[in-house]
DNA sequence: AGTGCTGGTCTCTTTTTGAGACTGCCACTC
DNA sequence: GAGTGGCAGTCTCAAAAAGAGACCAGCACT
């Protein structure tokens, strides 16, 4: 029994899925990925998904990332249109992002990823610390 | 409406999860996220859930992948407890790379963000030129 | 004796990340 | 009117990660 998902996919998907086709450049599979994969993308995604943050809030909510890293996840983010950033004309003016729909959209099926991750931490820990023993 | 997720999740669960409550290296999303967001490991994943490969069949079949990041990245997988590697005792010993069940498990969460992409790429492919395009 | 297959490792170069100093603007305080 | 601090970044430089490709040992076949 090798999961529902082989049912889904026979092997020229697959491979079509991985290898874009022969254009690796347009894979959806490698771009979308891509753009998740990053450090910082998904923690932003989910502070987002509760409400829209500033630049600066943002930068408190994840402590640890540079400001070069959270100007450059947020601009990648807004490129791939997962995220609206609009600018308020105030005294020091102050730029708010937002997800949009597609953020949204997309941010339903990290979730899945995000539960798991959730759930089987765990395992994930026990696995690496019982292969880091056995290297040892 | 800020989509049914935020009714799964309070600011500080959030703050919890981006943050691992304080021990960034023990937080589950970051750590399960940063696995899945190695350049090549998805798409071995994807690969693994048909059927069971060689090392040489994974490499002809991701043909861009260097020997060395297909090594790191099996190694990086099979750490983590996703893959499973067998050495068979062949006159040119071969070793074949399968998902266990915890690689199984995950990729069924991974999957979901697979299907989007596949579905809504064309949406990130047109957010990503119009972006471009208002830069110039 | 030469060729090719196996599954890698080693070294070198390029790309990506990270840390943190620096900018310009304004408001408030002393 | 000089200093302090918040805002949203940019710039530079060092460190880490990824990519390309040469190289390795062992065996089989020719």
Redesign the interface.
Known sequence: M??K??NL?S?ME??K???GGGN?ANC????????????WS??LM??L???PYRFGELRR????ISQRMLTQTLHDL????YVHREVFPTKPPSVEYSLTD?G???????????????L??D??????S???AMQA
């Open positions: 090798d999961s998902i082989v996919r092997k697959v491979y899925a991985i290898s690796f959806p599979v490698r771009d979308v990925i891509q753009g998740v994969s990053g450090k998904s923690l989910m502070a998904t509760e409400k909510l994840v402590p640890d807004q490129r791939d249109g597609l949204h959209s997309m941010f339903g099926a990290l979730h899945q990823l995000i539960l798991w991750a959730e089987n931490h395992a994930v820990r026990d696995a690496r019982g292969f880091d």
